[in-house]
């Protein structure tokens, strides 16, 4: 049977991620009427997250989720060696699924409406507005909005609904939480070289009795790498699974007549670390300004959202594009040449360098300075091999 709602919401955002409740979170405190659509019968499961964030995210977001925090991280490199580096600014561990139900608990503090278990199975945009069909507890529901946020990640059914295309570099992530606890509940433990990843890298993140352990791949899937760098913490000790596939180059185009896609779903991902949520959560507020401007002027269509693009490339544009180039070279290194890197990185000026300046929202900071002050750097990654 089909239900159908004659009345033409404001916005309809689907999916209810950090990103998706936060543009909920924004519009509702703007008098928008909001609906958020979220395909789980839980928000915050499945688990597709590290929780590693800076302080900027715990500011934008009232929660609670705060399990550990390090200021700290070791890399270590392929044989062997490692150089450890040290903030005085914190970064923050946290549980991203109470994380993602304090978003959402924002959202709906804020007057937005919120339908979990409703799974989009199309949108399609109209004249004058726009209508998406989703699939509740056995029923096809169809609702009007006059814009349609996707919010709903690197499987976005609004992207390949309304857009036809997706990112073109996807790093697939496996991770476990772990019976394991670090030594060093301060630092984060990074991995480079061809034994723990396929062109990206693997971690362990301490929280407490709890390790996060992981990898990502550009190449073959994660998995296998996994199981390489887990030898280092017991593999008997695994109390849970998750990972997905993580979007770390952007679209070229972010909106369309009656649409805009935020966070994951645009590939607006930091692309050397595959963080999205303070990316997100920025991309959510721009666009909800751009969007509450649209409606309020009556002026919905492709020239009004186009702000929106504008916007975002204004805060993360740049960051996101250099960050890119690096994690293209990056990708491309032979083990070799990664221990080649470490003799240059370890020496005490460069460690120096990379603790006073190193920011993990703004990365390009620190990467520019390290390659004006060892210009080697640069040759090294451009050689690759």
């Known amino acids: 049977m089909n239900f159908y709602e004659d009345s033409v919401r404001d916005v309809i955002v689907v999916g209810a991620g950090p990103s998706g409740s936060y543009m909920g979170y924004s519009l509702s405190k703007m008098g928008h009427d909001v609906l958020i659509l979220e395909e789980h019968r839980e928000v915050g499961k499945p688990v597709e997250c590290t929780g590693l964030v800076s302080e900027r995210v715990m500011k934008l977001v009232n929660t609670k989720a705060e399990t550990n925090y390090v200021t700290g991280a070791s890399i270590i490199f392929p044989g062997r060696s490692s150089i450890h580096i040290e903030k005085t600014e914190k970064t923050i561990v946290m549980d991203r699924d109470h994380f993602d139900k304090d978003v959402a608990g924002m959202a709906i503090g804020a007057g937005s409406d919120f339908s979990i278990n409703s799974r989009v199975i199309s949108v399609k945009e109209h004249e004058d507005h726009v209508s998406v069909k989703y699939r509740k507890d056995g029923r096809i529901v169809e609702e009007n ?10 499987n976005s059914v609004v992207r390949k609904e309304l857009y036809g295309t997706r990112p073109s570099r996807i790093v697939s992530a496996y991770q ?19 034994g723990t990843s396929g062109g990206f890298f ?21 998995r296998k790498f996994f199981e390489r760098l887990n030898r280092n913490f017991g593999s008997n000790r695994i109390l849970g699974i998750n990972g997905g596939a993580i979007p770390i180059s952007y679209l070229k185009r972010t909106y369309s007549n009656r649409s805009i896609l935020v966070g994951d779903a645009a590939g607006i991902v930091k692309p050397l670390s595959g963080g999205g949520i303070y990316t997100g959560i920025v991309s959510s507020k721009c666009g909800a300004g751009v969007i509450s401007r649209a409606i309020e002027n009556g002026s919905v269509n492709s020239k009004s959202l186009s702000l929106y693009q504008k916007s975002w490339r204004s805060e993360l544009g740049k960051e996101l594009w250099f960050d890119g180039i690096i994690q293209k070279l990056f990708s491309s290194l032979s083990d070799r040449t990664f221990d080649r890197l470490y003799r240059v990185i370890s020496r005490p000026e460069i460690t120096e360098l ?8 703004y990365p390009s900071k620190v990467v520019l300075s390290v390659i004006l002050r060892s210009p080697e750097i640069l040759a090294y990654l451009l050689a690759g091999k």
């Open 202 to 222: 693997g971690w362990a993140t301490p929280s407490g009795d709890l390790t996060k352990i992981g990898t990502g791949s550009l190449f073959p899937t994660a």
């Open 354 to 361: 990379i603790n006073r300046k190193g920011d993990i929202d």
């Open 145 to 154: 909005a006059s814009v349609v946020v996707g919010a709903d990640g690197i």
């Open 176 to 194: 476990v939480d772990s019976a394991y606890s670090m030594e060093d509940q301060r630092s984060v433990e990074v991995y480079l070289g061809s």
